[in-house]
């Protein structure tokens, strides 16, 4: 089945403690990119990548880092979480942008104590 | 840069009548789509319908269909003959193709919509 997975669904952590936010596509896709989404806020970029080693942040990068080594892979990493960084958090992917359409992952649903 | 309005925070309708959610888009870029989405509350996100800007009949997929009007810059989602399952937020979104913008899509603040029997 055509799909994009992340790990963990649910987690809580504690202020200042690493954590990787896994993300994996099987459907060959050029572009996948991470979001998250507030009440009232609706789903806003945090990075995205056109393709394997080429990253680029979205408009709320602060606080995240990605990789992209390789195609069907783009883990969101926080280094050092902070409580304002409790979200949902989604991972989508497409085919070379335009008029493709974004799969979404099931969401993440991340809490910083 | 490319923005998203979505100003009903909240619709109500009942169940077998059609409703219109709205949407408005501001960009610079001549090319461009626009996307609907739905989250249902376990929050998945689901895509509905695609329409292209270059695209000039209305796009329709089984109850969906997307009300696209250029001039005025909107993309209003009309849902025909309503459902229970219906029920869900519903997000607006554009991607433009070219520019520093390059295959970001962009997400209005969403719709709830409550559908009652």
């Known amino acids: 089945e055509a799909q994009v997975t992340q790990n963990p669904r649910y987690l809580i952590t504690v202020t200042g403690k690493k954590l990787t936010v896994t993300c994996s596509q099987n459907m060959n896709h050029e572009y996948m990119s991470w979001y998250r989404q507030d009440p009232g806020l609706g789903l806003r970029q945090i990075y995205y990548s056109m393709n394997v080693e080429v990253t680029d942040k979205g408009d709320v990068p602060e606080g995240y880092k990605v990789s992209r080594k390789e195609k069907r892979n783009f883990p969101l990493i926080l280094e050092s979480p902070s409580p304002n960084q409790t979200s949902l958090y989604f991972c989508?992917?497409?085919?070379?942008?335009?008029?493709?359409?974004?799969?979404f992952g099931a969401g993440s649903r991340l809490t910083v104590l | 840069a490319q923005k998203i309005t979505q100003t009903q925070p909240g619709m109500f309708v009942q169940e077998k009548e059609a409703v219109t959610l709205d949407c408005t888009y501001d960009?610079?870029?001549?090319?461009?789509?626009l996307f609907w989405y739905k989250q249902p509350s376990s929050g998945e996100m689901i895509f509905l319908i695609y329409?292209?800007?270059?695209?000039?009949q209305n796009a329709t997929e089984g109850r969906y269909s997307l009300n696209f009007q250029k001039a005025r810059k909107s993309a209003n989602l009309v849902i025909s003959a309503s459902q229970l399952g219906d029920s869900a937020m519903y997000f607006c979104?554009?991607?433009?193709?070219?520019?520093?913008?390059?295959?970001?899509?962009?997400f209005g603040q969403g719709t709830i919509l409550t559908v009652h029997p």
């Open positions: 979104a554009m991607r433009e193709a070219g520019g520093t913008s390059y295959g970001k899509l962009t």
């Open positions: 329409q292209g800007s270059y695209d000039e």
């Open positions: 989508a992917s497409s085919l070379v942008s335009g008029a493709n359409v974004l799969t």
């Open positions: 960009t610079s870029d001549q090319s461009y789509g």
